[in-house]
Each structure stands twice: as C-alpha cells, then as structure tokens.
C-alpha cells in the first residue's frame, strides 16, 4: 500500500498525481509544488521585473483563478509593494457568463483582492453571442478572442497596470504551437511566448506565468485552495477545433509522456530566439477609430464592432 500512495516528498497522504513527473504528492506539497514553479517562471524571464501593478484577467475558470490566488500568495510573500487588481469581462453568453462572474466575485472577497467586472452588455452595447450574426459567427471562439484580448488590454491600461497577466496553460499553448506550425504562421508563432514586453503606453506588458504548468495541475491547484470549479463550461465552444486539437494533444502526450513540455522547451530555447532575429517586430500605428494600437488604420476589435453595427442598422 504504502508507496503508491504516499506523497514523494514528506510521506503523508497523496492527493494528486502528476503525470509528466510521474510523482504523487500530497496538497500541501503540491501547493508548494505549484507555487514554486510560477515563482520560477517569474524570475526565469524577468515578468515582474520593475513592476507596481499587474492586472490579472480572470474568466471565472480555474486556469485564472488559479492564477490570481497563486499570485495574490508570491506577492504577499515575495514581491510586497506590488499591487494586484482583478480584471473580468462578463461576455453575456446566457447559463454561463452569470456564474462565470460569481465565481470570480466570490474568489476575489475572499482573497482581498479588488476586482473590476465589465460588462459588454451594458458597457459596450452588445454580447458575444450577437456576434453569430456577423460573417464571424462562424469561428465565435476567433471573435471572443478579439473582443477579451483588446478590452483586457485597454482595462489593464486604463486602470494604470504595467502588466497583464493571463492564465494561459501549458495545455492552451501546445495547442496554439500546434497550429501555427501547421498553417505555417511564423508570425503567430513569433508570438507564442512566455512575456510580451512592450515600450507603447497603451500596450500594456503581458505575462503567463503559468505556461509551464499544465491544465490538470491548474485545476489540482484551484481545488487544493478551495476555489469553486465552475459547474458550466461555455455553450458556444462545443466542437470548436480547438477542443478537438487539445483531445488530439491529450492522444499524443498519453504516447510519448513528456511531448506538451518538450514541444514548449523546443519552442522557447531554440526556434523562439532564432525566430525573433528574423521576423521583424510588427510597427504599431493607432487605430483612427478607438485611439488604440493596431497593426492597420482600424484594429481588429473596431473592425469587429463597425460589422456588428452594421449588421443591426
Ligand atoms: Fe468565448 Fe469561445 Fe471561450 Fe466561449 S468558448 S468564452 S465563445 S472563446
Ligand atoms: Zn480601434
């Protein structure tokens, strides 16, 4: 008996397994664990790195919520002086957005950490599920992804944060790598990597520190800290590709354990810097629309607005 379910490191009783190690540790070791490898991944690319305040974007799931507790612990504990807020965007998809908020309310009392909440409902006039109605419909997920990306940046920006940080996964990266080799986007892979640094005002500097950590280590963490899983997952994103390439990722890590790691150390130690000595850093002008940076005259979130308004005209 012993052995097999006792915690690698102290001996008391496992609670989790992780895969890529093969180790079995209990929560309290695992909760150092986790905290230890966000903590080095900090330091090994420098994220905080002159900081005074991050916003931290969370969904209501528990790769973000793991996040914002873990970070609200490393700052307390080694990076005081650093200021925390939460930043969430309720999307107004229905049976799920609701809960999606609540959780991140709930989190965010709990943990003391202040939080905004923007709504796109009453704050932008529309929802994401409006957006099935434009010539994007059919890729919702691409169009979610627009609208949270550029309102999180521009939250981050307006409330003074000299960083983003987001809680993309080991898992949400191998699956982005694994697209952009297979269209061949140098450019979007250019720009799969651990810190985003900018020097534009209203470009705010993003990080992941959880990049080195997996989907299933996430969820250990969120359930060890007692952060309530969210019961509802979103209903626009059945069959999206996406999904269907992290089941195909999951397929090939349970042949060659260890492939999600390997594939992101590859990518950051040896194509990433050979890759930003040849792809040129795209020039940012502003949008002539909204003010913010964007790679044409309008960005692609005022693109995206202008055919919804069109749309309903
Ligand atoms: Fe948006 Fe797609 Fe995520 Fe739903 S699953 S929240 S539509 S990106
Ligand atoms: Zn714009």
């Given at each position: 008996?012993?052995?097999?379910?006792?915690?690698?490191?102290?001996?008391?009783?496992?609670?989790?397994?992780?895969?890529?190690?093969?180790?079995?540790?209990?929560?309290?070791?695992?909760?150092?664990?986790?905290?230890?490898?966000?903590?080095?991944?900090?330091?090994?690319?420098?994220?905080?790195?002159?900081?005074?305040?991050?916003?931290?974007?969370?969904?209501?799931?528990?790769?973000?919520?793991?996040?914002?507790?873990?970070?609200?612990?490393?700052?307390?504990?080694?990076?005081?002086?650093?200021?925390?807020?939460?930043?969430?965007?309720?999307?107004?998809?229905?049976?799920?957005?609701?809960?999606?908020?609540?959780?991140?309310?709930?989190?965010?009392?709990?943990?003391?950490?202040?939080?905004?909440?923007?709504?796109?409902?009453?704050?932008?006039?529309?929802?994401?599920?409006?957006?099935?109605?434009?010539?994007?419909?059919g890729r919702i997920c691409g169009?979610?992804?627009?609208?949270?990306?550029?309102?999180?940046?521009?939250?981050?920006?307006?409330?003074?944060?000299?960083?983003?940080?987001?809680?993309?996964?080991?898992?949400?990266?191998?699956e982005l790598?694994f697209e952009?080799?297979l269209r061949?986007?140098?450019?979007?892979?250019?720009?799969?990597?651990?810190?985003?640094?900018?020097?534009?005002?209203?470009?705010?500097?993003?990080?992941?520190?959880?990049?080195?950590?997996?989907?299933?280590?996430?969820?250990?963490?969120?359930?060890?800290?007692?952060?309530?899983?969210?019961?509802?997952?979103?209903?626009?994103a059945e069959g999206s590709r996406m999904l269907r390439r992290k089941r195909l990722i999951?397929?090939?890590?349970?042949?060659?354990?260890?492939?999600?790691?390997?594939?992101?150390?590859?990518?950051?130690?040896?194509?990433?810097?050979?890759?930003?000595?040849?792809?040129?850093?795209?020039?940012?002008?502003?949008?002539?629309?909204?003010?913010?940076?964007?790679?044409?005259?309008?960005?692609?979130?005022?693109?995206?607005?202008?055919?919804?308004?069109?749309?309903?005209?």
């Amino acid at each position: 008996m012993a052995g097999m379910t006792s915690c690698r490191l102290c001996g008391g009783q496992a609670a989790y397994l992780i895969e890529h190690a093969r180790m079995m540790l209990c929560r309290d070791c695992f909760i150092k664990y986790y905290e230890k490898k966000v903590y080095n991944t900090i330091m090994k690319h420098g994220m905080l790195r002159g900081a005074g305040r991050i916003a931290v974007a969370v969904s209501g799931g528990k790769d973000s919520m793991a996040l914002l507790a873990a970070m609200n612990r490393l700052v307390s504990e080694k990076f005081s002086g650093i200021k925390l807020i939460a930043i969430h965007i309720n999307l107004g998809i229905e049976g799920y957005s609701e809960r999606c908020q609540e959780i991140v309310e709930n989190v965010c009392e709990d943990l003391g950490v202040e939080h905004v909440i923007h709504d796109l409902s009453s704050r932008e006039g529309y929802k994401i599920p409006d957006l099935r109605s434009t010539p994007l419909g059919g890729r919702i997920c691409g169009a979610c992804g627009t609208v949270k990306r550029y309102l999180m940046n521009k939250l981050a920006y307006e409330i003074g944060a000299d960083r983003l940080a987001t809680g993309h996964n080991l898992d949400d990266v191998v699956e982005l790598l694994f697209e952009f080799y297979l269209r061949g986007s140098v450019e979007d892979l250019v720009r799969v990597r651990p810190v985003s640094w900018s020097d534009n005002p209203k470009m705010v500097t993003k990080i992941k520190p959880l990049i080195e950590l997996t989907e299933r280590e996430n969820m250990y963490y969120a359930m060890a800290q007692g952060i309530p899983l969210l019961d509802a997952s979103c209903p626009l994103a059945e069959g999206s590709r996406m999904l269907r390439r992290k089941r195909l990722i999951r397929l090939i890590e349970r042949e060659i354990p260890g492939f999600k790691h390997m594939l992101y150390k590859s990518h950051v130690k040896r194509i990433l810097p050979r890759l930003e000595k040849t792809v040129p850093e795209p020039s940012l002008m502003e949008c002539e629309k909204c003010g913010m940076p964007s790679l044409s005259n309008m960005c692609s979130y005022c693109k995206l607005v202008s055919r919804l308004a069109a749309r309903s005209a």
